[in-house]
């Protein structure tokens, strides 16, 4: 569904109202030619019209800025599970993963994997699981707890993932990412819609330049604030719509920061069915700052056909090697000089032209055998370039299907992944996605694209990392249906085996994998959980000025009477953590179903933050006892204080606790925070909950006075420190909640 919210809508109708009655209604002819009364007149009814049309301009800006307002807050995370390999998984925990998967042989894991993998067991054992430890465990299969105890058993969590996967507009998935990854990624590749007519990707015949123009140059200036200062945008898109994306990337990037349009070769035979075929395709690249990308850019490996140009005809101990023309364009009067070749001719650069170095430098490669005049010694100046002292071929513009594959490549890929009927028929080949990440990024960096679709740029920067032993991560984003049956599938197949054949695998070699995925709030979710109290907040009708009541309903009604809706966030609900809930639409229906919100997910996402460590949810018996404290006042003198702690499955007391890090300065490694978020469920007694919350900080050692910790978050009212440097280490966590979430509405 296509969304089209005015920015200002109020401002917009006022300023076309006004030049409407300046230019249709105000006659100044019958003005100059009527007496005193009538132009009286006249002006009353003007000032009658332009009164009631404001009031209505009025009330249409509280929808639209209403709507506005919903779209642009940051949106809950409504599911959060893993696809993890097996060897990423503490061998402790099959006997559990085996149970439960037991338990439901004819659903479940065991479906999934006889589904996905053509797993032919009907009971699973450790020692099944220890034997095929390239299967892939989506925790989705899996009960919250035995989930909570995997990904609690795995440190330094994120930085170990292969990646995340966003099911959401891609509005609000780089409006969420940019919190934690701004300025952070090396390559963004995308593959948009071609806003063709054809395919899923669906317009309104009214609508369909500016809605596709308005979504690129949303989606292309969220995407560059993702990017590092040396990172790179690739853009894949036909001639349909190439000039209009080429415009908005050089408003976003700036015309300087253009490094190339590449041209890919899509087909390898014409198509009878046209006037003349189109053959190729473009890939735009911008850089964010020129310079810095030509520092990183790396060069592609030389193919066996650059390889086999190179020979050893004289036998040079140093190895294969072709001659190079050794003249520079232009005239530079230290690189005119003349050269003798071993037959005694002499020679001059040809016009236009200069030798390629200074004579100095010249005759140091005759004295080291680097130049080559022929086999007789009767030929031009050349100098050797040895194989083994190639670092590789700088990329140039033209990418033909020999190098990177066809359409119909992309398209065999996806039937091995898939089969024929449940094929994604638009998939980019793998070998172009490769070669764009190759080219762009190295060890550590992260890939993005939010334009998904089946996958195919994981599953390159999965097989890419394999070949070089390099540790990419990516970050996915697609909004249609197709998130689990094509591009999940995807992660979890590659993850099991890089060889497939009509859906089948042919191996079980395996990519270790560790991948997050999660689903957002969609729009649709925050306007159907919108609540209206029985009772108005405002009796308008009781109100001693109807001019008040009157502003109430045309300004301020909307937002003043849904305060408090699930999806405006009401941080009352926050007292348990586990049970805030939204009405949440089916994919691929219209159905809805009460879905508990992943809290805690969602303010990691909110604050930014580098998960370490996710801690399982663990409860405590607390004792507590009341002990007199002489700085309370007089009608209040005692206080909970705890005399011991143990954990215990029916412990009353609830906690979990998030450590990781933020970054002060986006994109910044230095600049590296601690952080630590406790969350608890509430007994709805604060000084118990205190006291259990002191001897919980106690029992870790954590002093908030003095931590390692730059910042604290926890959930609740507290009486933790707030004085000196604690006031700014410890935060509510429904305070910074509702910040961030609304900071950008």
């Not at 390239?134 to 909570?148: N, P, Y």
């Not at 090396?186 to 669906?202: H, W």
């Not at 663990?618 to 009608?635: H, S």
């Amino acid at each position: 569904m296509d969304y089209f919210i005015h920015k200002n809508l109020g401002g917009f109708l006022r300023r076309e109202l006004d030049f409407y009655i300046k230019n249709e209604i105000i006659r100044l002819d019958d003005i100059e030619a009527a007496d005193a009364p009538r132009v009286d007149d006249y002006l009353k009814k003007l000032r009658v019209l332009r009164k009631i049309a404001r009031r209505i301009i009025d009330f249409l800006a509280q929808l639209e800025d209403f709507q506005k307002k919903l779209w642009l807050k940051k949106k809950f995370v409504v599911e959060t599970n893993w696809l993890i390999s097996l060897d990423r998984i503490s061998e402790e925990l099959y006997s559990d993963i085996c149970a439960e998967a037991n338990a439901a042989p004819e659903d479940g894991l065991l479906k999934q994997w006889r589904e996905l993998f053509d797993i032919r067991v009907t009971q699973l054992t450790p020692s099944f699981l220890n034997k095929n430890s390239a299967l892939v465990i989506d925790t989705a299969q899996l009960s919250d707890e035995l989930k909570s105890r995997i990904i609690a058993s795995i440190s330094e969590l994120e930085e170990r993932a292969n990646g995340v996967l966003v099911n959401a507009h891609n509005f609000h998935a780089l409006a969420l990412l940019n919190t934690r990854y701004k300025k952070s990624v090396k390559t963004v590749y995308i593959d948009p819609p071609y806003n063709t007519g054809a395919g899923e990707f669906l317009y309104r015949d009214g609508y369909k330049e500016s809605s596709w123009l308005s979504m690129m140059a949303n989606a292309v200036e969220q995407g560059h604030s993702l990017l590092k200062p040396e990172g790179s945008l690739f853009a894949s898109i036909d001639d349909n719509e190439s000039h209009r994306l080429k415009l908005n990337l050089e408003q976003v990037f700036g015309a300087e920061n253009h490094i190339a349009d590449i041209v890919w070769q899509k087909r390898y035979a014409p198509d009878v069915r046209t006037i003349i075929s189109d053959a190729h395709e473009y890939v735009h690249c911008f850089a964010v700052e020129r310079e810095k990308f030509a520092e990183t850019r790396r060069k592609l490996p030389l193919t066996a056909t650059q390889t086999n140009q190179f020979d050893n005809s004289d036998d040079d101990p140093r190895g294969p090697w072709k001659a190079a023309d050794f003249t520079a364009q232009g005239y530079r009067p230290n690189q005119m000089y003349e050269i003798t070749n071993p037959a005694g001719q002499v020679m001059t650069p040809p016009a236009g032209r200069c030798w390629g170095v200074v004579e100095e430098k010249y005759k140091q490669l005759l004295a080291d055998n680097r130049m080559y005049f022929g086999r007789d010694g009767t030929g031009r100046p050349a100098v050797k370039r040895f194989l083994n002292e190639m670092d590789g071929m700088v990329p140039w513009t033209w990418w033909s299907c020999q190098d990177v594959g066809h359409s119909q490549d992309g398209m065999k890929e996806s039937v091995s992944y898939f089969g024929r009927e449940g094929a994604f028929l638009t998939a980019k080949p793998l070998e172009l996605i490769k070669r764009v990440i190759k080219i762009s990024s190295a060890n550590g960096d992260i890939i993005a694209d939010y334009f998904a679709g089946s996958g195919t740029t994981a599953d390159a920067v999965i097989r890419l990392n394999a070949e070089e032993s390099f540790n990419r991560r990516f970050l996915l984003v697609e909004a249609g249906e197709h998130f689990d049956s094509k591009l999940k599938t995807r992660i979890q197949k590659i993850g099991y085996t890089s060889k497939w054949r009509e859906g089948n695998p042919e191996t079980a070699d395996g990519n270790s994998l560790l991948v997050k995925y999660i689903r957002l709030e969609s729009f649709e979710d925050t306007l159907n959980n919108l609540q209206l109290p029985d009772t108005p907040r405002l009796n308008v009708s009781a109100t001693d000025s109807s001019e008040m009541a009157r502003d109430y309903l045309l300004k301020y009604w909307l937002e003043f009477e849904t305060t408090g809706s699930p999806s405006l966030l009401n941080v009352r609900e926050f007292s348990d953590p586990t049970a805030y809930t939204l009405k949440v639409k089916q994919p691929g229906s219209d159905a809805q179903v009460e879905k508990t919100i992943d809290l805690v997910e969602t303010f990691n996402w909110l604050i930014g933050l580098h998960v370490a460590h996710l801690d399982q949810p663990r409860r405590y018996a607390i004792e507590l006892v009341r002990e007199t404290d002489p700085e309370l006042p007089q009608d209040q003198d005692t206080r909970w204080r705890a005399t011991s702690i143990k954990e215990r499955e029916d412990g009353e007391f609830w906690f979990r606790a998030v450590e990781g890090h933020v970054l002060r300065v986006p994109g910044d490694e230095l600049s590296r925070e601690r952080v630590l978020v406790i969350w608890r469920k509430l007994t709805g007694h604060s000084g118990r909950d205190q006291a259990a919350l002191e001897a919980w900080l106690g029992k870790r050692g954590i002093n908030p006075r003095e931590s390692e910790f730059a910042r604290i978050y926890v959930n609740g009212n507290h009486a933790l420190p707030s004085d000196g440097e604690a006031a700014l280490r410890v935060q509510l966590i429904e305070q910074t909640f509702a910040q961030r979430m609304w900071e950008d509405a």
